[in-house]
């Protein structure tokens, strides 16, 4: 499988402040990232779709402008959570997939809190 | 859309019982992939299964499940439970992008 870092691990930003999380793919060719969010009761949210040389589709209930996402190369990806609310607290996941592989890798996770 | 139905929320067994988690799907791909992920506390899912051969059982770690396209579903079994078995675990279909389930937390008591 694959190896997948994410950055920080754990974040505390005050309400209406924003935050930036990363996502690397080591020994592997991230073609796709996804990015999700797990709530306090465990789901998981689609936040966005993002696969190199094609734009970032985005869930319903998710924005551009509220999570933007860059995927400059096979390996990297971040994803910032601008003006965070109590609403955004939770677990972030990337989640990495690409060549020949179908299944998707997660990262640890970064964890935000909203004070 | 896909979607991915896992019916119980809430699994509870005494070790050594079997389990069976259910996992039935919904999708336009003729030839999806099916998988499970297992997380466990405080830590990020992982993958424990994945399929896409129609009736074609896989294992791993003592976990076995098969894929039946017939009727959509990609159940997760193990003969005898472990007290560290106790997780979540998330049942996920492979379409355009990945559709995951509710979860199940399965808790093993002694």
């Known amino acids: 499988g694959a190896l997948v870092y994410q950055y920080p691990r754990r974040t505390i930003c005050k309400s209406g402040t924003s935050m930036r999380m990363e996502c690397q793919a080591v020994?592997?060719?991230?073609?796709?990232v996804a990015w999700y969010r797990q709530s306090p009761q465990k789901t998981f949210e689609l936040i966005a779709l993002?696969?190199?040389?094609?734009?970032?589709?985005?869930e319903q209930n998710f924005t551009q402008e509220k999570f933007p996402i860059s995927h400059p190369n096979l390996s990297f990806s971040s994803m910032t959570v601008l003006n965070a609310y109590l609403e955004d607290r939770g677990l972030y996941l990337c989640?990495?997939?690409?060549?020949?592989?179908?299944?998707?890798?997660f990262g640890p996770g970064t964890r935000l809190t909203v004070l | 859309g896909d979607s991915v139905t896992q019916t119980e929320g809430l699994v509870t067994l005494t070790e050594g019982l079997p389990v069976m988690l259910n996992c039935t799907y919904q999708?336009?791909?003729?030839?999806?992939?099916l998988f499970w992920y297992v997380q466990h506390l405080n830590e990020s899912p992982r993958l424990l299964l994945k399929s896409f051969t129609d009736n074609k059982r896989t294992e791993h770690q003592g976990f076995h499940a098969t894929l039946h396209k017939s009727s959509s579903s990609f159940h997760l079994q193990k003969s005898s439970a472990q007290l560290s078995d106790s997780a979540l675990y998330y049942c996920a279909l492979r379409g355009y992008k990945v559709v995951f389930g509710s979860g199940t937390r399965l808790l093993v008591s002694p």
């Open positions: 989640g990495v997939s690409g060549g020949a592989s179908y299944e998707q890798y």
């Open positions: 999708t336009i791909y003729s030839n999806p992939f």
């Open positions: 020994g592997f060719q991230a073609t796709s």
């Open positions: 993002s696969t190199v040389n094609s734009a970032i589709k985005y």
